[in-house]
């Protein structure tokens, strides 16, 4: 068997860390993990943590790292046979050196997309809870307006995605990541992208993993 795979994607709100994901996960054995829609289904499903973490989502507040980290790890640990790509975590360098503690990453890809472009791309989301995926009205539209193309149920936008908390998640994210980002670039695994176009950055991220991780051809992928 070839070695296993560990990644995580950080990015800001609306940086493309779902929509890239998503595409790496098509493209390459591995399974994409989303810390948000991780969240999102204890959410719906009202789970205890569910319920404390809405209270800081819908705020466009981080929820606190205990609760992510004793959400997350436990998911991460039962993964032992599987690559896997983390999106949205971690997000804190508390929550870097948890990771850190249970598994050794090789790569960190760090998504770097100008305030404005972000702002106008996370007003423009619409997604269909159930199933997660993710249009944009000018990027990726729904064939039918307000209709997700597969169950053709109606889409939403998400709580988060309102104006004020936009600008407080945007506002948060640039601190809190830094240290985070900085300890990636001491361990010599991070890779940071710059552009206002996920097509055009997508091609140097799919070169860069072609030389580390198997495509999809090579082996079976598990969707988590
Ligand atoms: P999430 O769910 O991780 P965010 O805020 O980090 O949320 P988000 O909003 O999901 O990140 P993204 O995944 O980086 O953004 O971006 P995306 O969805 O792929 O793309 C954004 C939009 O732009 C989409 O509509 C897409 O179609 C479009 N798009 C993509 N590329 C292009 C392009 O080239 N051009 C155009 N025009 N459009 C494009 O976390 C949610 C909340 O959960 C909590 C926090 O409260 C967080 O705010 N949380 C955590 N809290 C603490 N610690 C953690 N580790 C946490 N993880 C989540
Ligand atoms: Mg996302």
């Given amino acids: 068997m070839s070695k296993l795979f560990r990644a995580v994607i950080m990015g800001p709100p609306g940086s493309g860390k779902g929509t890239i994901s998503e595409r790496i996960a098509q493209r390459f054995a591995l399974t994409h993990l989303s810390s948000g829609d991780f969240l999102r289904e204890n959410i719906a499903a009202n789970t ?13 507040l981080l929820v606190p790292d205990h609760v992510m980290t004793r959400l997350l790890l436990p998911k991460l640990e039962e993964m032992t046979r599987h690559s896997w790509l ?7 360098l508390a929550q870097a050196n948890a990771l850190n503690s249970t598994c050794d990453l090789d790569l960190v890809i760090s998504l770097n997309i100008p305030f404005e472009t972000l702002k106008e791309r996370l007003s423009e989301r619409w997604v269909h809870p159930a199933s997660g995926r993710v249009y944009n009205m ?3 539209p729904p064939r039918i307006q ?15 995605d309102q104006p004020e908390a936009i600008v407080s998640r945007l506002r948060h994210y640039k601190d809190l990541a830094k240290p985070v980002i900085d300890l990636y670039r001491s361990k010599g695994i991070l890779h940071k992208f710059s552009g206002t176009e996920t097509d055009r ?4 991220i799919n070169s860069l993993l072609s030389t580390k ?7 079976v992928t598990q969707h988590a």
């Fill in 138 to 140: 000018g990027f990726n």
């Fill in 48 to 60: 205890e943590a569910g319920i404390l973490a809405k209270t800081y989502i819908d705020r466009g």
């Fill in 213 to 219: 991780i198997p495509s999809i051809s090579q082996t």
């Fill in 86 to 92: 983390m999106d949205g975590f971690p997000r804190t």
């Fill in 201 to 204: 950055i997508w091609p140097y």
């Fill in 146 to 160: 307000g209709r997700d193309d597969i169950s053709g149920e109606p889409l939403i936008q998400r709580e988060d």
